[in-house]
């Protein structure tokens, strides 16, 4: 975690230079499922908050770095195939995602980038009885660190306030699953991300007027 926050910290400090430089936050939710537990739909809902600082590159063109919480995993209903009642599973990650960002003149953004990940916390349940993870061997056991690519898209109401979707897939395993009928047992994170942002400076934005 340490590397995280001296990762984020560095950036700021190479980007404090530029000429056109600020910050923002972000707030929002997931919605996700894991890909190889044999169960689908997006019903797991989880928190999604970061504060960012990004860096104008060139006209219309920008980069950022975010650090960022997010919640994970992996819910169902009554699963007759796989659990007798209730499964859940709940990770929490600590992210940077670093993104490259597109602005056209009437407030859409259309951003694409690469996130390191770091498991903070993890949970599961089955039956609501939650797992002992000391019991499984290490393939089984979720990795520590990940890295995932996003791809997003955002409206801008207003210069400094926008809305975001985004989509966000495991690179790798964080962890392979015996009791899964996946191939290779591979289990990878995918979600979708809904977030509203702010912006200290604010981006410009020209907006064609309708003409009476």
Same mark, same amino acid.
């Not at 044999?38 to 990004?54: E, I, P």
């Not at 920008?62 to 209730?86: A, D, I, V």
């Not at 694409?112 to 499984?136: A, M, P, T, W």
């Given at each position: ?52 600082? *990004? ?6 063109? !920008? ?22 009642? !209730? ?23 259309? !951003? ?10 993890? $949970?599961? *349940? ?59 047992? $591979? ?7 809904? $977030? ?10 020209? $907006? ?5």
């Amino acid at each position: 975690m340490k590397s995280i926050l001296i990762l984020f910290l560095l950036f700021i400090n190479i980007i404090a230079n530029a000429q056109t430089f600020s910050g923002g936050v972000n707030l929002g939710f997931n919605a996700s499922q894991v890909d190889g537990d044999d169960l689908s739909g997006f019903h797991k809902l989880g928190l999604n908050a970061s504060v960012m600082t *990004f860096v104008d590159i060139a006209k219309n063109i !920008s980069t950022s770095l975010e650090l960022q919480f997010s919640q994970k995993g992996s819910q169902s209903g009554f699963s007759p195939e796989k659990y007798s009642n !209730s499964y859940r599973l709940k990770t929490d990650y600590l992210e940077l995602p670093l993104m490259l960002h597109f602005t056209d003149k009437g407030g859409m953004q259309f !951003s694409g980038g690469i996130s390191y990940s770091r498991l903070i916390n993890y $949970r599961e *349940f089955v039956d609501k009885i939650e797992l002992d993870y000391s019991l499984l061997n290490k393939n089984e056991s979720p990795k520590k660190q990940n890295f995932n690519y996003i791809l997003g898209i955002s409206y801008f109401m207003t210069s400094k306030v926008s809305i975001s979707i985004r989509f966000d897939h495991s690179i790798k395993a964080f962890r392979y699953s015996t009791i899964s009928n996946y191939p290779n047992f $591979r289990q990878v994170h995918r979600l979708v991300s809904v $977030r509203l942002q702010y912006i200290f400076r604010g981006i410009n934005i020209q $907006r064609h007027k309708k003409q009476f």
